[in-house]
């Protein structure tokens, strides 16, 4: 009798458990995977940025089933950045003229080729753009909040490359 019981008590777990997981799945839950893209290991070369290379490099090993190279020749896609500028305009002044508000942008231009020289993604440019306004009396904390949006702008940016690379596997297929 007990071991009926038992036999019972885990059929119905087992049932439960598929109900969950078709339950989940229904909400699109699922386990997601690396995108795989036709291509071993990537190297970053060019002119970024110590900060935008290294999120790049992060999201690329996150997200893309692939190596970092740190060598453009141990590798067999290169990420070229042509241009990191990032900039900042005076948007606003207050009435005795100190500088109350900044727009700041940030602009890469990159392209991406395989080892033989074929240009899977010619020149492209990317940017974003952050409006910061404080008080001219909090100085200090502007500068804080300035390298933090900086921060934030590149991560944008080096998801935004790494979104394009993840687009080399459906265009493969």
């Keep these: ?3 009926t019981n038992i036999k019972i008590k885990s059929a119905i777990n087992a049932g439960l458990s598929i109900i969950l997981l078709l339950s989940l799945q229904g909400c699109l839950y699922g386990i997601r995977n690396k995108a795989t893209i036709p291509f071993r290991a ?3 070369t060019g002119a970024a940025s110590p900060f935008l290379l290294g999120q790049l490099q992060f999201d690329i090993l996150t997200y ?3 190596k970092v190279a740190i060598a453009p020749k141990d590798a067999d896609l290169i990420v070229e950045i042509l241009q990191d500028t990032p900039n900042s305009q005076i948007a606003s002044t207050t009435g005795v003229g100190l500088i109350s ?3 700041l942008n940030d602009a890469v231009v990159f392209r991406v080729f ?4 074929n240009e899977l993604i010619s020149e492209t440019q990317i940017y974003t753009v952050r409006d910061m306004s404080f008080s001219p009396s909090t100085v200090l904390s502007t ?3 300035e390298q933090q949006f900086l921060m934030d702008m590149r991560k944008e940016l080096a998801m935004q490359i790494t979104i394009r690379l993840m687009s080399l ?3 493969q297929r």
Aim: without cysteine.
């Design 1 to 3: 009798m007990a071991i």
């Design 42 to 44: 990537i190297a970053v």
């Design 64 to 66: 893309i089933d692939v």
């Design 101 to 103: 508000g900044y727009n």
């Design 114 to 117: 395989d080892i033989a020289g």
């Design 143 to 145: 500068d804080i909040q």
């Design 169 to 171: 596997g459906r265009m």
